[in-house]
């Protein structure tokens, strides 16, 4: 399924965002990146339609986003949010339940997506007792167990260490090869590097760049989207990037 | 994973599940027990045999194979007084704790119950309104029916000042039903304040009691809550959904605004009917949900008929005490639970939370 974003504009109190203009091919994971408050996460909400654009439209597969019910969304779209609430007494079944509300329920599907994060022997734990990096994996399993074709994620690395990023990554290049659509934020850019196909960035809700990952994300467009000088480096799994701060 | 483990946690899963099933039986048995038992509270001793006639007498077909060894006044104060007061206390039990939950779900906060939408405030109004100004417009019921009325429509009110852009905002909904509370508080206040003479009977009515409802007025509002609760029920997927935050709810396919219209509502029409043949009766609405979440984890599947038992056992209890603990002198229940419920809350937040309101 394809994502497009025509002329998109948004703006609330100063903040103002776009205009966006760029589409999302299918099977492709597509990687936000840019400082705090540049309009990331407010990009994935104009996507899946939790903001409604002052002008221009979002289509999702030649529907506009706008016209969507929130079941047919949920049939095309999952979304890991940054921050969910933390629900009374809920197990991790209870909130993969949640996600199969449109599916419906299987524990053999359910199962396999706990077991894509590592984390079925917790499918009866209190999730309010795991900690910030397993509950992250939770929700991350829980929209892979909403099994819809387009999979959006606000930051779905934050609170994890080292071992779980590296089996996050893993997952979204195995969806991608499944032929889900991925759209993320991200701040780790070597992993935006060898993750993604494409690269918006954006800085104070104003598009720096969009376009292939290895036309887009260079020193020079790095440069203008945050406060740090960049230089670029060989490793031993190709090259990456390092800034220094400029103050 | 192997394949043992996998078995292994498939087993202990099915236990779990198993356990919730077995705790909302015990629940319901206990239920009946206590519904059993409460006939032999009172200031009348009936002997057990005599009970067992009088219970065998109101069962088509059985009342013919039965013997009458009971006089008639104890079958009156059975039939007429002891059954209509205690299973009101299940349909008003069970309407404020099944209120209690889904309203928590919808405002994703522990400590809001039915009333917080301005249901209490909105009875009360109606209830001391027919008392003051001596309404009859509806014969011997007026006062439940104006307590209905005004408890429903201050509900629309909040909802209606709540709504903005088709949308209802937890916070927004909280704040509202609060200060129209107040507002409303301060009529019944500004009502009482002008008519002292009135002032005892309205108090009795704010407290709550189980007292006066017969089956003229049970059955209707029996028929309500069964239908409200069911309606609640069906809503438990959604619900469960929407305590994980409004967005969230919505991406899962969830409609947010037509379930918390639909809860809303219901509750509304439940507890208003419930208060109404009862006068105020606090804490069941804000704690039996909990008390279910504590004994059978948080989803609503599970936490909705459980808070609905929990909650009738709980009045029922506390009306015992309110019947049986002064001689010839039955206290308002409202006095009951908060005295008796308030430290057994306590005890049960301490023994069984485990952690799970914690961080």
Redesign the interface.
């Known amino acids: 399924m394809k994502v497009e974003l025509e002329d998109v504009t948004f703006r609330v109190s100063s903040f103002s965002l776009g205009p966006l203009d760029f589409s999302v091919e299918e099977g492709t994971i597509t990687a936000i990146i840019g400082k705090n408050g540049s309009g990331k996460s407010t990009t994935l909400?104009l996507i899946?339609g939790?903001l409604k654009p002052n002008t221009g439209s979002v289509s999702i597969d030649s529907s506009k986003v706008s016209s969507l019910?929130?079941?047919e969304?949920?049939?095309k779209?999952?979304?890991v949010?940054q921050e969910?609430?933390?629900?009374?007494?809920?197990?991790v079944?209870?909130?993969m339940?949640?996600?199969g509300?449109?599916r419906g329920n299987d524990?053999d599907s359910m199962?396999e997506a706990l077991?894509s994060v590592g984390l079925?022997?917790l499918?009866?734990m209190?999730f309010?007792?795991l900690s910030g990096g397993e509950r992250r994996l939770v929700t991350v399993a829980a929209a892979i167990y909403?099994d819809s074709e387009i999979m959006i994620m606000d930051e779905p690395t934050n609170f994890l260490d080292i071992d779980n990023q590296i089996v996050v990554y893993k997952l979204l290049k195995r969806l991608r090869d499944a032929g889900k659509t991925l759209i993320l934020t991200m701040h780790d850019l070597d992993a935006v590097h060898n993750l993604a196909d494409s690269v918006l960035i954006l800085r104070g809700g104003r598009k720096v760049a969009w376009g292939s990952t290895s036309s887009t994300l260079n020193i020079e467009n790095l440069n203008k989207a945050f406060n740090v000088s960049f230089h670029s480096y060989d490793t031993v799994n190709g090259s990456a990037f390092a800034g220094s701060y400029k103050g | 994973?192997n394949v043992t483990?996998?078995e292994r946690?498939?087993a202990?899963?099915q236990r779990?599940r198993e356990m919730k099933y077995i705790w909302i039986g015990f629940l319901f048995l206990l239920l009946i027990i206590t519904i059993l038992l409460s006939d032999f509270v009172g200031s009348v001793r009936i002997p057990i045999l005599n009970l067992l006639e009088i219970y065998g007498s109101q069962i088509p077909f059985l009342s013919n194979f039965v013997p009458h060894g009971y006089t008639l006044a104890q079958e009156q104060i059975i039939v007429q007084l002891r059954e209509p007061e205690i299973l009101g206390g299940v349909v008003i039990g069970a309407s404020l704790g099944i209120g209690g939950a889904a309203i928590?779900?919808i405002f994703?906060n522990?400590i809001t119950e039915p009333y917080i939408i301005g249901l209490s405030s909105g009875a009360s109004l109606g209830a001391v309104s027919s008392i003051v100004l001596g309404l009859t417009i509806f014969g011997i019921y007026t006062q439940q029916i104006t307590a209905f009325i005004f408890g429903l429509s201050i509900v629309f009110i909040v909802y209606f000042f709540a709504l903005k852009g088709g949308r209802i905002h937890p916070t927004y909904l909280l704040l509202t039903g609060v200060a129209v509370s107040f507002f409303v508080s301060a009529l019944v206040a500004l009502l009482l304040f002008t008519n002292i003479n009135l002032q005892g009977e309205a108090f009795f009515w704010l407290l709550g009691s189980l007292e006066n409802i017969n089956w003229t007025v049970l059955y209707p509002v029996a028929i309500v809550v069964l239908i409200t609760s069911y309606a609640i029920y069906l809503q438990h997927?959604?619900l469960?959904?929407i305590?994980?935050?409004d967005?969230?709810?919505?991406?899962?396919?969830?409609?947010?605004e037509r379930t918390k219209r639909i809860t809303i509502f219901m509750v509304a029409l439940g507890v208003s009917a419930s208060v109404s043949i009862s006068g105020l009766i606090g804490f069941v609405g804000l704690v039996m949900p909990h008390l279910s979440?504590?004994l059978l984890?948080?989803?609503n599947k599970h936490v909705i008929p459980a808070s609905g038992i929990l909650g009738a056992i709980f009045l029922i209890c506390a009306d015992d005490i309110a019947r049986g603990i002064v001689p010839g002198i039955v206290v308002p229940i409202g006095i009951v639970t908060g005295i008796i419920g308030v430290p057994f809350l306590m005890y049960f937040m301490r023994k069984l939370t485990g952690?799970?309101?914690?961080?």
């Open positions: 909400k899946h939790d019910s929130s079941a969304l949920a049939e779209t999952s979304f949010w969910i609430y933390n629900p009374m007494s809920f197990s079944r209870d909130v339940n949640v996600s509300y449109k524990e199962g077991e079925s022997s499918i009866d209190d309010s007792v909403q | 994973m483990e996998n946690v498939k202990f899963v779990r928590q779900s994703r522990p997927r959604e469960d959904a305590q994980m935050g967005m969230h709810a919505r991406s899962v396919g969830v409609n947010v979440r504590m984890g948080g989803s952690g799970k309101y914690e961080g």
